[in-house]
């Protein structure tokens, strides 16, 4: 669960099938926690946290690679040697972590956040390396000592990716969007939209983000619009592409897919509809009889048993609105605010901390040391979800898709579509569904009709049986659900806070999700928590947006992709996304994580600099060829001439990749050579 914007901590009792929990923590594990202590204390920019869990986790990576003989670093390389390398990874691993998050958690990368909350995060990056006996006076980058290794990974990391197109010296701010409709006033009824297919910012009195904080601005404005541009780990796109992953368009109103869209945004209202605990049926939820969906969809039925007790799951009985409502607010920034990719994070830990876990590597051959487990955790977890944020949101640019808030409303407002010859038929309206979405009618609004609290003046208009919104007392009182006119339609959320403030098309809960899924599947050597379960406890009374859960609701679930899929379905229940944003987003998760796995685990073994680049030759224009060839950002690449295959001459010298493919455009020599041959050389450094 989330922080009350009074900074009251609720509280989440985890279980992994054990009341008790043995801990072995390492050096990078104590960093990470610090990560993640930084990431609840700051603004909640998804693609922004991502970005930094995957370079202090390299920054974590690198330093301890220093020093191993095969392992090779991601930004930085170095062969360190020292009379106590345990100690010395120790040491180079805390001044690379903390100068890496010195720098990224400052006013300058923040200004969203509260002054004092980045203040905060520094006293405590500082009173960590005090407690763990380092100095963080120590700057040196020179020498042998571990210090100095250390800041030199730092280094190489913070100056590397300043380039990366995030604008992290302008604080992630980006000029180049602006939005096709006017903001939604929020304080009114309806909308009004130029293009429905597109995103609108929303206006609001008093802004809070999703974690609580007071925002310095009223409208909306587009985060990370210009992520698309942000360097990747493992993604590729062809020349001239500008999407990594392409889901296809999503449905349009008045175009492919117009009933789609009407539906979509009529099963959200579904979900909506089931969020009152006074009248909701009470539902299965163990893993028994929810769960083992195929990917992309919410068609599973549970496992038949688990495979760690060989026994059936036993019955996980819950009231549904209360199911709805906690998994709406659980998965909606983490336990503790640490936005998705962190609660990822939360959850992988959290896996460790299981008694019977095991680090081998794929679930086989030797336990692995809690270092060298943790730091490759976090590198290809982190390289997953940092891709899934630039895959993500390079869709949400792309696409620019409406969310729901505004859609419901225009849709509502238009009329019913459902019924040709009835009353308030509009093509772009929502269609009817008996018990759910109705043409009010003089007969519906009489003395003990279900519309009559709408009043006469609601002839003619549509109503949804919905949640109403919430309540003037959210620690005692509950919205509930019933009739209201649509185009006053909110989703279940703050009413300062309502949709995050980007495009709908892809979620990023569900791609941040399956991406951290797919890595812990194969990390770990099985889709299965440890154990066969993972249960997350929610306590009576500890929801934030109204009173509730009525009674303790107990989260369960046997994989980490049942895991994921209910987090990309909680968006459904808390009217965040359509279902069109979700399971396309699953997909795409799926794509980025098994594509940052089987990249970063090639800088385990070495292998990633033995890997030849593709080189092709195009001939150009007055005698000139071009040469393309593929690269791996952060290795080193030079084109060699020869005209005997053993005296080389270099075109230029070694180069740092940035981009996936590069190219240069050469000049045959005067007299044309018999013979000219070419080359691309790579190397993991210059």
Not at 334 to 357: C, M, Y
Not at 536 to 547: N, S, V
Request: aromatic share 10%.
């Amino acid at each position: 669960m989330k922080k009350r914007p009074s900074g009251g901590a609720l509280a989440a009792i985890l279980l992994l099938t054990s009341p008790s929990l043995a801990r072995a923590e390492s050096v990078a594990r104590t960093w990470n926690e610090e990560l993640l202590g930084a990431v609840r204390l700051s603004f909640p920019d998804p693609p922004v946290h991502a970005r930094n869990l995957f370079h202090v986790s390299a920054a974590l990576y690198d330093a301890w690679s220093a020093y191993d003989p095969v392992a090779v670093g991601y930004l930085h390389r170095e062969d360190a040697t020292a009379p106590d390398v345990a100690a010395a990874r120790h040491e180079a691993v805390s001044y690379a972590a903390y100068r890496v998050l010195t720098h990224r958690y400052s006013v300058v990368a923040h200004p969203n956040t509260p002054a004092a909350n980045v203040l905060l995060a520094q006293a405590n990056f500082d009173a960590r390396l005090a407690s763990l006996g380092y100095d963080p006076n120590n700057s040196s980058t020179t020498g042998d000592s571990p210090a100095a290794v250390g800041n030199r990974v730092a280094e190489t990391i913070i100056s590397w990716t300043a380039g990366d197109n995030s604008n992290e010296a302008g604080g992630y701010t980006d000029n180049t969007y602006t939005a096709v409709n006017e903001p939604l006033i929020l304080e009114f009824a309806g909308t009004t939209l130029v293009d429905p297919n597109r995103w609108q910012p929303l206006e609001f009195v008093e802004a809070f983000s999703q974690t609580g904080q007071p925002l310095q601005f009223t409208i909306q404005e587009f985060i990370g619009a210009h992520w698309r541009d942000v360097w990747p780990f493992a993604l590729s796109r062809e020349p001239g592409e500008t999407l990594y992953l392409d889901p296809g368009i999503p449905p349009e109103l008045e175009g492919a897919g117009d009933q789609e869209f009407k539906d979509g945004n009529a099963e959200v209202i579904r979900y909506s509809s089931l969020l009152d605990p006074t009248s909701a049926p009470v539902l299965d939820c163990s893993p028994g009889n929810i769960g083992n969906n195929s990917l992309g969809a919410n068609d599973g039925t549970g496992h038949v048993k688990n495979p760690v007790t060989d026994a059936p799951y036993a019955a996980n009985l819950v009231n549904e609105a209360d199911f709805g409502r906690v998994i709406a607010e659980y998965w909606a920034d983490g336990p503790e605010s640490e936005t998705p990719p962190g609660h990822w994070n939360v959850i992988a830990n959290e896996v460790v901390d299981h008694p019977d876990f095991e680090r081998r590597f794929m679930g086989a051959g030797p336990v692995l040391d809690e270092l060298e487990w943790d730091v490759k955790m976090y590198f290809l977890i982190n390289a997953a979800v940092h891709d899934a944020a630039v895959a993500a949101w390079t869709c949400k640019r792309e696409y620019d898709y409406v969310r729901p808030i505004s859609s419901i409303r225009y849709l509502g407002q238009k009329g019913q579509s459902s019924d040709p010859t009835g009353p308030s038929y509009h093509e772009e309206g929502l269609p009817l569904v008996p018990d759910l979405i109705e043409v009010v009618t003089a007969t519906t609004t009489q003395p003990g009709g279900r519309h009559r609290h709408l009043g006469l003046g609601a002839i003619g208009k549509i109503a949804i049986r919905t949640w109403q919104g919430e309540p003037a007392d959210p620690a005692t009182q509950i919205g509930g659900v019933g009739w209201i006119l649509a185009d006053r339609w909110v989703p279940y959320q703050r009413d300062t806070f309502v949709t995050p403030a980007f495009a709908g098309y892809l979620s990023g809960h569900s791609t941040f999700s399956r991406a951290a899924a797919e890595v812990l599947t194969r990390l770990t050597g099985s889709e299965f928590f440890p154990g066969g379960l993972a249960t997350h406890i929610i306590p009576a009374g500890d929801l934030e947006f109204e009173a509730g859960p009525t009674a303790a609701v107990s989260l369960q679930w046997a994989t980490y992709y049942d895991a994921s899929d209910q987090a990309g379905l909680s968006r459904l229940y808390g009217g965040i996304h359509v279902p069109v944003d979700d399971g396309p987003g699953r997909a795409m998760g799926s794509q980025c994580g098994i594509g940052a796995w089987e990249l970063g685990i090639r800088y385990f073994d070495g292998s990633i600099l033995h890997e030849r680049p593709q080189l092709t030759v195009t001939p150009m224009p007055n005698g000139q060829y071009r040469l393309d060839w593929t690269q791996r950002r952060g290795l080193f690449y030079k084109v060699r001439r020869t005209g005997d295959l053993e005296n080389f001459t270099d075109e230029f010298p070694f180069e740092r990749a940035s981009q996936e493919r590069a190219s240069h455009s050469i000049s045959l020599p005067f007299p044309t050579p018999e013979r000219e041959f070419y080359q691309v050389e790579q190397s993991g450094s210059e």
